[in-house]
């Protein structure tokens, strides 16, 4: 088969292949005009392939050649953090849509970046809590943007890949940091995103990397994710070795929740953050599987009390609405971003 020859159903097979079907393809990267009469149209594979070549950060030439499997394009090498069992080609389709997103939103991100390797986890928690009474999700969210650290939630990935939990990415000379855990607890993103922050603040990733955290777990082998880790729990609890603890064998969600709240209070410490302290601190030391599935059950309950109504997500992608130059994207760009982000551009103004 020559080239001239090649359709764009030729072309939707060979993506298929890889891990991107016809149907996400449609509804999630090509421009909203895009039909099956187009897709019919003499010419317009060139077109096509060059739509889907910069939205799934993949080889131009690669997607033209019949015989060329398509390739992603590799400015860098990415350091992945995977879990035992898994490899970096599991999670190359995750990274390049998550790479292409970080990247549009570091181009039109208003504010300059603000480097903040000179500043202290002290120095970073003092300035959230100048405006307000504990560290949560809206305060690391408005200082990151202040200093120009775009955050993102993005997790619309094709059925069936591999997913992860966290990213940061340099593009356009500022880091982004990218959350891609399907969750609606602010407390549990916010941990992912203090994280992340970690990573920039310890020079885990030089100015032109990608870091990927398949899994954010509180214990590591991994030096790096140990030092991010350390760093994000001093940034939300005060201090990295803090242990909140309830004694009682078992306790309901109501008790935990009026407790994780006075203590957030006194400590100026998010009462969700505290929930999940404890949790985890409990059921690290629980030997019985049930009973740790009852820690985290009561936990869930309890920021069920502290969390009402809360679409973390959503939270996120609306401050990253009202921090770009929308414009500066063009149209079909603008329409792209906001159908991967879930964001309804007529109420950002």
Not at 53 to 60: C, G, H, K, P, V
Not at 75 to 80: D, L, M, R, T, V
Not at 145 to 169: D, L, N, T
């Amino acid at each position: 088969m020559t080239q001239t020859q090649l359709q764009m159903s030729d072309l939707y097979d060979r993506l298929d292949a890889i891990g991107f079907p016809k149907k996400y393809l449609q509804n999630k990267i090509l421009p909203d005009w895009w039909t099956d009469d187009v897709d019919a149209t003499s010419g317009v594979l060139v077109e096509g392939a060059l739509y889907l070549s910069r939205r799934l950060n993949l080889d131009m030439r690669s997607l033209l050649g019949a015989e060329t499997k398509p390739i992603f394009e590799a400015a860098c090498q990415p350091k992945f953090k995977l879990k035992v069992g898994t490899n970096k080609e599991q999670l190359m389709i995750p990274r390049a849509l998550s790479a292409r997103i970080a990247e549009m939103v570091a181009y039109a991100c208003l504010r300059p970046y603000q480097a903040i390797d000179g500043l202290s986890v002290a120095d970073i928690r003092q300035q959230i809590l100048a405006k307000q009474e504990v560290v949560d999700l809206d305060g690391v969210l408005d200082f990151c943007w202040q200093y120009g650290i775009p955050v993102i939630h993005f997790s619309e990935f094709p059925s069936g890949v591999h997913k992860f939990h966290g990213m940061v990415a340099y593009f356009y000379q500022r880091p982004v940091i990218l959350v891609s855990l399907k969750d609606l607890s602010p407390a549990r993103l916010l941990f992912i995103i203090a994280h992340e922050v970690g990573h920039i603040l310890k020079g885990h990733i030089d100015s032109e990397g990608i870091l990927v955290d398949e899994s954010i777990e509180l214990e590591s082998s991994d030096t790096e994710e140990s030092e991010a880790n350390q760093l994000a729990a001093e940034l939300l609890l005060g201090k990295s070795g803090i242990s909140y603890d309830l004694w009682q064998k078992f306790v309901s969600g109501e008790q935990l929740a009026s407790q994780a709240e006075e203590w957030g209070n006194r400590d100026r410490v998010s009462a969700g953050v505290v929930a999940l302290n404890i949790a985890w601190n409990r059921a690290n030391r629980a030997s019985n599987p049930k009973d740790k599935g009852i820690i985290w059950a009561t936990a869930k309950n309890a920021l069920k009390i502290l969390e009402p109504s809360p679409n973390a997500p959503q939270q996120i992608n609306r401050y990253l609405a009202t921090n770009l130059d929308w414009e500066k994207m063009g149209e079909e760009n603008q329409d792209y971003l906001a159908t991967m982000l879930a964001l309804n551009l007529e109420s950002v103004g």
